[in-house]
Each structure stands twice: as structure tokens, then as C-alpha cells.
């Protein structure tokens, strides 16, 4: 994999702080970092147009892009046009401003990358596969894949998300990182 292309100076926007740890994870585990890169989170992508405003080509022009979930897609095509991004046609915008889309959700790409085997060992070691077998025995989830379950383990608990997205990232093997991540980091 190569080395993320320099990005000094620059800035990535993200919705969530998980994003932002696997971002930086990825880049650290692709030989690079991304010292001299900001990553904004912004707190969910609604949040997302005043970020754009300031630092897309209308203001700082410092925003390289980042990491999106699908269904914010439309959202963000409305906030890049009036920050001043190249968005025609729109259904390429987001890639062509620098932005990985997720199909649901960061959660979801590295847990397909990673597998469910491995995503259940890594559980595991970090001591917590009590607690993903009580929320599989509950009546709402007994029933539902298990990947739905794995995600639905990965947002049950305050911090959980940020600290699985870098030990999923450093778990999933070498060319198989999901390719918005790599997308985000100029690596594809």
C-alpha cells in the first residue's frame, strides 16, 4: 500500500471521532502519518456546511475532503455547491472533492473488511464477548445477522466506536482497508 500523499497543511472533515481514528490509523499503518494534516470532526454531517464554508475553495481552501456515510450524500452535494466545490455532475461530487463514502457507516466497512470471524476474536481479546453475548440474547437482536448484531455491539456503548475503529483498522490485513478510508487518504 502506498504511503498517503502529503497532505501538510491540509484538512479532512469527518462526521464522527471513530472516523477520525481510523483515519489516522490507516495512515500510520500505510507507512505515513498525517502530522501537519487537521482532521475536523464534525459532529455528525449535518454539522458539515459551515466546516465546508470556512475551509472549502470559498474560504481557507484547506479541505481536501474526507469520510461520508451514503445516505448523508445528498446533504453534503447541496454543502460542497455552496462552498464553492466542483459538484457536476452530482452524483460525483463527493468523490471528486476528496470524500470517502461509506454504504452505511464506518462501523459497517471495517467490519466487512475485517470479517465476522476476526471481528468476534478481536471482541474477544479485548475482554468484551460477555458483554456481545448478552446483547445477542436480547429479544430485539437474537434474530438479526450477525453482522447487524457486531454493529449494533460497536454503537451500545459510549467510547466503543472510537476505540474499535483503530483496533479494527490495525486488524484488517494489508489491501483489504475499505476503500473510502483509502479514498479519504489518497491511497487508491
Known amino acids: 500500500m502506498a504511503a498517503p500523499a502529503s497532505m501538510d497543511g491540509r484538512l479532512l472533515l469527518v462526521e464522527g471521532e471513530s472516523d477520525a481514528v481510523a483515519l489516522r490509523t490507516l495512515a500510520e499503518v500505510a507507512g505515513g502519518d498525517l502530522a501537519g494534516t487537521g482532521i ?4 455528525g454531517a449535518h454539522a458539515t456546511p459551515p466546516i ?12 481536501v ?28 461530487a463527493p468523490a ?18 475485517l470479517g465476522e470471524d476476526a471481528a468476534l ?3 474477544a481479546r479485548e475482554g468484551e464477548a460477555s458483554a456481545l453475548a448478552t446483547l445477542r440474547s436480547q429479544s430485539a437482536w437474537a434474530d438479526r445477522p450477525l453482522h447487524d448484531q457486531l454493529r449494533r455491539f460497536l454503537a451500545s456503548r459510549a467510547g466503543r466506536k472510537r476505540r474499535y475503529a483503530g483496533l479494527m483498522v490495525r486488524a484488517i490485513p ?3 482497508h ?3 478510508l483509502r479514498h479519504a487518504l489518497g491511497l487508491v
Request: with cysteine; aromatic share 4%; charged share 25%.
Open 40 to 43: 475536523v470532526v464534525a459532529g
Open 52 to 63: 465546508l464554508l470556512a475551509h472549502g475553495p470559498r474560504g481557507s481552501g484547506r479541505l
Open 65 to 92: 475532503g474526507g469520510l461520508i456515510d451514503r445516505a448523508e450524500v445528498p446533504f453534503l452535494i447541496v454543502a460542497l455547491r455552496r462552498a464553492g466545490f466542483p459538484c457536476i455532475p452530482p452524483e460525483t
Open 96 to 113: 471528486r472533492a476528496g470524500f470517502g463514502i461509506c454504504d452505511r457507516d464506518l462501523e459497517d466497512e471495517l467490519l466487512r473488511a
Open 121 to 123: 476474536d478481536l471482541i
Open 174 to 176: 494489508a489491501g483489504r
Open 178 to 180: 475499505p476503500a473510502p
